[in-house]
């Protein structure tokens, strides 16, 4: 099993800068990839950014030149860069971490989830 911590949500105003944190732990040597997203009320959950094992990355389409994915080198803490941000921004957001085990089962984790609020 794989879990998630997320960590830096909070109150921001509009146009500051927040950095949320993703810390991975269990059998994390199985993780192929990891991403963001993010959920408002009453909305559908957001694809944000992914980054795979090997540094690949993508990002969502609304977010793509304001936030910035990266991740330590043990690749075991991802972290999400938020700059800009607009009360349109405000949700939960979520990370998750997409595995492969060796015998063959595929699993998505998921974490928690931290609360960003962004004010006018």
């Known amino acids: 099993q794989v879990q998630l911590v997320e960590s830096g949500g909070g109150l921001v105003q509009?146009?500051?800068?927040?950095?949320?944190?993703?810390?991975?732990?269990?059998?994390?040597?199985?993780?192929?990839?990891m991403g963001?997203?993010?959920?408002?009320?009453?909305?559908?959950?957001?694809?944000?950014?992914?980054?795979t094992w090997g540094g690949r990355i993508k990002y969502g389409d609304s977010v793509k030149e304001r936030f910035?994915?990266?991740?330590?080198?043990?690749?075991?803490?991802?972290?999400?860069?938020?700059s800009r941000l607009e009360p349109g921004d405000t949700a939960v957001y979520y990370c998750n971490a997409e595995t492969s085990f060796s015998s063959g089962e595929e699993y998505v984790y998921w974490g928690q989830g931290t609360q960003v609020t962004v004010s006018r």
């Open 14 to 33: 509009t146009g500051g800068s927040l950095r949320l944190s993703c810390a991975a732990s269990g059998s994390t040597y199985f993780i192929n990839a």
């Open 36 to 51: 963001w997203y993010r959920q408002a009320p009453d909305k559908q959950r957001e694809l944000l950014a992914t980054i």
């Open 68 to 82: 910035t994915i990266s991740r330590d080198d043990a690749k075991t803490t991802m972290f999400l860069d938020m």
